[in-house]
């Protein structure tokens, strides 16, 4: 990659959610940051200039739940698939969980997925540590340990953490050291199935999962938190029930974020059609009401951001029968589109619809970046040149086999999105061309 150390956009409809800054302007780059919006210095020689008219300018997407199957899948050249994905995508910064082979739970293992990262110069990388050794919900990991070397919070994915005493211990130990717990809110014992519960899950046949399987996990996270002043960010939240929940605790004033997913945003449980396994998922689809309600609330700013839950799944395991197949789907190339696309659907502002996927979940990282918080989620002057110029009048088909990802299971398979990634720089370098 051709190093650029000064760049000039011209003429793109600069957007940045975190100041409000929306207006025709060039943007001038050098040395991988910011060096001046819309009043550029007579002076000023770019060694580049992208034109970008008609296009918008925005700050990079920050994307907090992307699995990138390392490590456990070097040989298949995993990272650089998912990390070429992202930034196709506009994906500047990526948060990924720790359930890989081998489990996030050793320093030396974060240290060595950040290096090979940052070797290939795309996007920026935030590991989860494990909240447990080997995510088996019996044994605190060495969170210091693993904060030192680079994780930004700690989770447990999707593996169940049944013992409340574990539970207990780890927000104490949390909230003394300052650490950010990742939960995805599901009762281990309530949570067994593979559809959600209702009438579609009942005619198929199928195990579901009721609602009140997020409900009493929210319950018991939030009752955590009051006793121990733990910082909490829930994880794709997918029912109007829990929603509800989260309303009230920050009305209470607990330290909790909240997420949902691209899934949930757009799709519900009649999207599973007749036992199609691309909409087997974690979370599972809900009713229609969840799904107007998540939608509500993240409009509201109740919910802090929206993820692609970009889970990369091989043919294999989806050609098994819905039960029995893997739960996930490909995302991060579609979290811009579905982003737009829910701003022109709902009525929400555009503004919003972009803030959701760049100063919220840079707000959600906040303390664990530390000094580097304002570096990411923002397009102002003195802060890192991390951007996304994408055509938002340009439409796109989404073919399975056209994706960047080695995932090629998505339930948008075949829908035409709006919005179209032209450019995806990552400190001043150009990480994407369409």
Same mark, same amino acid.
């Given at each position: ?18 100041? #409000? ?269 969840? #799904? ?59 503004? #919003? ?82």
């Amino acid at each position: 990659m051709k190093t650029q150390q000064t760049m000039l956009i011209k003429g793109g409809r600069v957007i940045d959610p975190a100041s #409000r800054f929306d207006e025709i302007a060039d943007v001038a780059l050098a040395n991988g940051a910011v060096l001046a919006i819309k009043n550029i210095a007579p002076d000023f020689q770019p060694s580049q200039i992208v034109d970008a008219s008609g296009c918008i300018v925005m700050p990079g997407l920050i994307d907090l739940a992307v699995r990138l199957r390392e490590p456990g899948h070097e040989h298949e050249r995993m990272l650089e698939s998912e990390m070429a994905a992202a930034v196709c995508g506009g994906v500047t910064s990526l948060v990924c969980p720790p359930d890989t082979e081998p489990v996030l739970d050793e320093p030396g293992l974060v240290e060595m997925l950040r290096f090979r990262a940052e070797k290939l110069h795309q996007s920026r990388l935030y590991p989860l540590g494990a909240l447990t050794r080997n995510l088996a919900g019996e044994t605190l990991a060495e969170m210091v340990e693993l904060s030192e070397a680079g994780c930004v919070g700690f989770s447990q994915a999707e593996a169940p953490l049944a013992n409340t005493q574990v539970m207990l211990r780890s927000f104490q130990y949390a909230s003394t050291f300052g650490y950010t717990l990742w939960l995805r809110p599901q009762d281990f014992f309530l949570g067994q199935g593979v559809a959600a519960s209702g009438a579609l899950c009942t005619r198929l046949g199928l195990a579901g999962v009721p609602v009140a399987a997020e409900t009493i996990a929210l319950h018991t996270i939030f009752e955590l938190m009051r006793a121990t002043d733990a910082r909490v960010h829930l994880c794709q939240l997918s029912s109007a029930a829990g929603v509800a929940l989260v309303r009230h605790a920050k009305l209470d004033g607990l330290n909790v974020t909240c997420d949902i997913s691209i899934n949930s945003l757009h799709l519900c449980d009649t999207d599973i059609g007749y036992f199609d396994s691309r909409a087997r998922l974690n979370p599972p689809l809900r009713q229609q009401r969840d #799904r107007d309600a998540l939608r509500a609330a993240l409009a509201d700013g109740t919910i802090d951001a929206l993820v692609s839950d970009h889970t990369p799944v091989d043919e294999d395991a989806k050609a098994l029968p819905f039960a029995e197949s893997e739960p996930g789907a490909t995302g991060v190339e579609l979290l811009l589109s579905l982003a737009f696309k829910w701003s022109a659907d709902s009525g929400v502002s555009l503004a #919003r619809a972009l803030e959701v996927i760049t100063h919220g979940p840079a707000t959600v990282l906040g303390t664990a970046l530390g000094s580097r918080q304002g570096r990411v989620g923002c397009l102002q002057v003195g802060g890192v040149a991390d951007l996304c110029i994408f055509d938002p009048k340009a439409t796109w088909t989404v073919q399975p086999d056209a994706l960047r990802s080695q995932g090629k299971h998505t339930p948008f398979s075949g829908y035409e999105l709006p919005a179209r990634v032209r450019y995806t720089l990552v400190g001043g370098q150009v990480a994407f061309q369409a």
